[in-house]
């Protein structure tokens, strides 16, 4: 039988998928932001701008930002979405430690705050959050259904779930020129930024790997979620799903 991706990844790294996320990213944690602005073209940021005006915020809103990283996104919700809080999350202190600098020059009305938490097994209150959002974390978690699992748990009823992930252009030569990317392009300009070719190799096939936009709303569907809805933003080289508890 054909291996998956993760069996392949696993069994080259000797490390399982968890441990293996979080040693990546505490790895380029430094060079993380230059390398998504540079391997974007700035589009990612965008991605993010496109995700806080469809993601429902009002000024009594507390959101959840999972897989934070260096808090481009916890940032975005603060300063143009304006919610009552946003606690950004990750699993990487080195991820969050860039955040917290960065999040310490805001100075807005929202409540923004960074904390270290596993986006499978959170150890936040039940039905504490209106909007839960993730950008670029989901297909890094090995157990999806658990993180479905705890954002349906934190979640207050009619809450929503918004992702914001890599997903899979329709258009098939297009598709084509930005898988020869992701394969050349990405990890030549990660390992020159960071000189962690390896980890960029990881993160283009994490890319190549995820399930196409129908696939996930399905999983979402799965999970317990309803009105499953998605757009692909920049000829679905990224789709943003949101999901409602
Ligand atoms: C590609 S970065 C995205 C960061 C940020 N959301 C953004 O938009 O730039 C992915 C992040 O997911 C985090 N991550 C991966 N698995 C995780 C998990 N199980 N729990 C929490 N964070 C996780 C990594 O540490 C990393 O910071």
């Keep these: 039988m054909a291996k998956t991706c993760d069996e392949i990844d696993n069994a080259a790294s000797g490390l399982t998928n968890t441990e293996r996320v979080r040693s990546i990213f505490a790895s380029i944690a430094p060079g993380y932001d230059a390398f998504n602005a540079v391997a974007s073209f700035g589009i990612d940021r965008l991605w993010r701008r496109n995700l806080v005006r469809g993601a429902g915020l009002t000024p009594a809103s507390a959101v959840l930002d999972l897989a934070a990283g260096t808090g481009d996104l916890s940032l975005a ?128 096939r994490s890319i190549r790997c995820f399930p196409a936009q129908e696939a996930l709303a399905e999983e979402l569907r799965a999970a317990g979620f309803r009105e499953v809805s998605w757009r692909n933003l920049t000829f679905g080289v990224v789709a943003i799903h949101t999901a409602v508890k």
């Design 77 to 204: 919700l603060a300063k143009q979405g304006r919610p009552a809080s946003v606690l950004g999350t990750d699993f990487s202190p080195e991820m969050l430690e860039v955040a917290a600098r960065k999040g310490a020059a805001y100075d807005g009305p929202t409540a923004l705050r960074f904390e270290v938490q596993d986006a499978q097994a959170l150890t936040l209150q039940d039905t504490a959050f209106d909007v839960v959002t993730v950008a670029f974390g989901v297909r890094n978690f090995p157990d999806r259904a658990a993180n479905f699992r705890e954002v349906l748990r934190v979640l207050k009823p009619g809450g929503r779930y918004v992702v914001l992930e890599f997903s899979r252009p329709p258009f098939a030569p297009f598709r084509a020129l930005y898988h020869f990317y992701l394969n050349v392009g990405i990890p030549l300009i990660g390992g020159m930024l960071t000189r962690d070719r390896a980890s960029f190799v990881y993160l283009n």
